[in-house]
């Protein structure tokens, strides 16, 4: 018997926010998620929503840490620093979930072979395929510490994807007797 299941689907959307922002409402980088007062990321002038995804595959975009002139997932020159206003500063202009980290795309397959070796008794032979294809699935460009898809142009690190989501190809072999 064989069996399979295929996942496809385009990636988790993603909201941008920036720790320079919003000062006079806490203290410091939010450290427990987007609702502790973080402020949104703020777009450059001259800059739109097309100008924060960069172009090429995910391979292409993966950036390399501390070299800023590899391209990265997203482009960190498309952000500035929030406006300050009064003795604080303000908060960013862009929206929540408004661009999409990797998409996926992971096939799992297996085979099963089952015989009678007495009355009531089998014998089970199971291999089975997990990422089939061996496809690499990127993780989101979401630092290490920080909370879920939640990126800060503020970091160095900005735009690196620096794992993956799936393990690669493995394999494994199963047998199992049925008394």
Do not use: W
């Amino acid at each position: 018997m064989a069996s399979g299941n295929v996942l496809v689907q385009s990636g988790n959307p993603l909201t941008l926010f920036d720790a320079r922002g919003g000062t006079i409402y806490y203290g410091g980088a939010p450290s427990n998620g987007s609702d502790k007062g973080a402020s949104r990321a703020q777009l450059c002038p001259g800059k739109t929503y097309a100008d924060i995804a960069t172009t090429g595959s995910v391979k292409d975009r993966l950036g390399r840490a501390g070299d800023l002139s590899v391209k990265r997932f997203f482009d960190p020159t498309a952000f500035c620093a929030p406006a300050a206003i009064g003795n604080g500063t303000g908060f960013g202009d862009t929206g929540i979930g408004l661009l999409r980290g990797p998409g996926q795309a992971n096939t799992d397959f297996s085979l099963t072979k089952t015989t009678q070796i007495g009355e009531g008794q089998t014998i089970q032979f199971r291999s089975e395929f997990f990422n089939l294809f061996n496809h690499p699935q990127f993780a989101l460009p979401v630092l290490p510490g920080n909370f879920n898809q939640s990126l800060f142009p503020s970091s160095a690190n900005f735009g690196l994807i620096t794992a993956t989501s799936v393990s690669p190809r493995i394999i494994q072999f199963a047998v199992r007797v049925q008394f």
